[in-house]
């Protein structure tokens, strides 16, 4: 099975500019993502797609791969399918999975991407995953920056948003699930998503998988215990250079960037 990783990137971030290449611990935050997916063992090839000549320059000085995507994308999952298309006409060679990993989880774990990937070894009829987790900081619970879901009994998702939605456990206990920022897709199910048009739910909330939702069709969630912090203001940028000087991942790339 030929598996392969897409991180979407671009300098106009809305709510941070040009934090892809922000530096944390003298690496950007691209390379970071990027070297960090490198280190999972499901993933044949790692890319980066981007629209900046900036983000480029610096993928190809670390020897990384880089697809040049257009300018007008305003979703991930956009920019990613037109990635992936160009991989397939420049390789000529078939692509069974799609995952996509933001590039804005500089303290990506790479265990992570074995997981959102597993649900599709297990069972062919699965198109998309995503990964989730137990909000325990109250404070991320009310943060519009951390997008929440529900899911139903099979662990599909119900929904996703920003603002505070909820569940109850077993034990009637309300509890809080954050999204992921790690997908994987069949190479079908990426060429549909964007095939459909964006829709109110996912303009709303501005969350691609809410597109997906509007549509029926099914995204199987995959719970993780790791919990980490993406970056889309200054606050959590300062919070993961401080969590970076402690990394004991960073270690292991520090010197090839």
């Known amino acids: 099975m030929n598996i392969i990783g897409i991180i979407p990137a671009r300098m106009k971030s809305s709510r941070l500019i040009g934090k892809s290449m922000k530096k944390i611990q003298n690496i950007p935050m691209i390379g970071h993502v990027y070297f960090r997916s490198k280190l999972s063992k499901v993933l044949n090839e790692v890319y980066v797609a981007t629209c900046d000549k ?65 649900p599709f070894k297990k069972n062919n009829k699965i198109e998309i995953s995503n990964l989730y987790t137990i909000l325990k900081d109250h404070k991320e619970v009310t943060d519009p920056n951390r997008v929440k879901v529900v899911v139903d009994k099979e662990s599909n998702a119900i929904y996703f948003s920003r603002e505070s939605i909820s569940t109850k456990n077993e034990k009637k206990k309300k509890i809080y699930y954050k999204q992921g920022n790690i997908f994987c897709f069949s190479k079908k199910s990426l060429n549909n998503f964007v095939k459909l048009y964006p829709s109110n739910l996912e303009i709303t909330e501005s969350i691609d998988m809410n597109r997906l939702i509007e549509n029926r069709k099914k995204i199987k969630m995959v719970k993780t215990n790791f919990n980490t912090t993406n970056v889309d203001n200054l606050k959590d940028f300062k919070k993961v250079v401080k969590i970076m000087k402690k990394d004991k991942k960073f270690k292991v790339y520090s010197k090839k960037a």
Not at 77 to 84: K, Y
Not at 87 to 105: A, F, R, S, T
């Open 54 to 118: 900036e983000i480029k320059n610096y993928v190809q000085s670390i020897n990384g791969k880089v697809i040049m995507t257009s300018k007008k994308h305003k979703r991930a999952v956009d920019r990613t399918a037109e990635a992936m298309n160009k991989i397939l006409k420049n390789n000529k060679k078939k692509i069974d999975l799609v995952v996509m990993i933001q590039g804005d989880e500089p303290c990506l774990e790479p265990k992570m991407i074995n997981q959102v990937v597993k």
